[in-house]
């Protein structure tokens, strides 16, 4: 552990003064005792590959890019993880000692982690998956999602084309179900996935009527502000299990942490309750 050295990373993205990633990530350098900064780094697309470019000279050890950064600033790598590749979207720049960018996306990581910690015995293969939204977001859980075993997975999208491209790349595992057929699209299914925007903070609500779906089924949002969205209200009330966004972006900042400062961090009691007391 080098605790010499100050250390600088921070999270890229426009606009980004919502991001719960400082606190993370800063509650971490405390804990852990080193010596560096996370900041908000908030950066117009016009100006994304050259902030990027002067991450070394600045002497950052890296960033994190969020919206709507995650697949441009790819463009401004020079290493990308596989995994990221196929997902098409980075979420977390490590800069090398040479000054080189590499790009990994964690984010279909931490949704996999977040799941495991809420639900101790989940298995993606318990049953087909319903996954809505074919965004950023979409990708990295639906091909994790796969990766960890998944066997069926109703994919709806309200722009069916969109839907329809991820499908093909990932392959057979994703079906493709019209966003009319939504209330159907839910029968029978283990787990239900909001991944787009509605429900989030400032955005229109995502109105799904559950009567079709079972009461066994987990209900996840990858939104976490806020952090219990209609959505999972709507469930809760009617006896689903569910697990909102929060724990993903815990979990995705686990593995940048490291590769940053040197440390893989614990998701402690303490952090939850500071990160509580942010809403
Ligand atoms: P992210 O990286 O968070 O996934 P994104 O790539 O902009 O963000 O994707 C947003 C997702 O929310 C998309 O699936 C989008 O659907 P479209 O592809 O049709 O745009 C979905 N979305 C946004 N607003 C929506 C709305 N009002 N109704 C239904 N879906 C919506």
């Known amino acids: 552990m080098s605790s010499e050295k100050f250390i600088l990373a921070g999270v890229m993205g426009h606009p980004v003064a919502h991001s719960r990633s400082p606190v993370i990530h800063n509650h971490w350098i405390a804990q852990y005792k080193l010596k560096g900064s996370y900041v908000l780094l908030p950066v117009e697309p016009t100006h994304l590959y050259d902030a990027l470019k002067g991450l070394k000279a600045l002497g950052?050890?890296?960033?994190?890019?969020?919206?709507?950064?995650?697949?441009?600033?790819?463009?401004?790598?020079?290493?990308?993880?596989?995994?990221?590749?196929?997902?098409?979207?980075?979420?977390?720049?490590?800069?090398?000692?040479?000054?080189?960018?590499?790009?990994f996306n964690n984010d279909g990581y931490g949704y996999i982690q977040s799941i495991k910690d809420a639900k101790a015995d989940w298995k993606a293969n318990a049953g087909p998956i319903t996954v809505l939204g074919a965004g950023g977001a979409a990708r990295a859980i639906v091909l994790s999602l796969i990766n960890e075993g998944a066997t069926e997975i109703r994919l709806l999208n309200r722009t069916k084309s969109k839907a329809e491209e991820l499908a093909e790349e990932f392959g057979p595992k994703v079906q493709v179900v019209d966003w009319n057929e939504r209330i159907n699209a839910l029968s029978g299914v283990a787990m239900l996935i909001n991944t787009t925007s509605q429900g989030m903070h400032g955005q229109s609500e995502l109105e799904l009527n559950l009567s079709e779906l079972p009461l066994t089924a987990l209900v996840s949002d990858a939104i976490y502000i806020p952090l219990e969205t209609k959505l999972l209200a709507q469930a809760k009330m009617r006896g689903n299990a569910t697990v909102n966004g929060l724990g993903m972006l815990l979990n995705q900042a686990r593995p940048a942490f490291?590769?940053?400062f040197g440390v893989l961090p614990e998701i402690t009691p303490e952090l939850q309750t500071v990160i509580a007391g942010t809403f």
């Open 258 to 260: 490291q590769a940053w």
């Open 60 to 103: 950052f050890a890296g960033c994190n890019v969020t919206i709507p950064h995650k697949v441009e600033a790819m463009k401004a790598m020079d290493w990308v993880h596989p995994v990221a590749k196929q997902m098409g979207a980075i979420n977390t720049i490590v800069v090398q000692s040479d000054g080189a960018l590499h790009g």
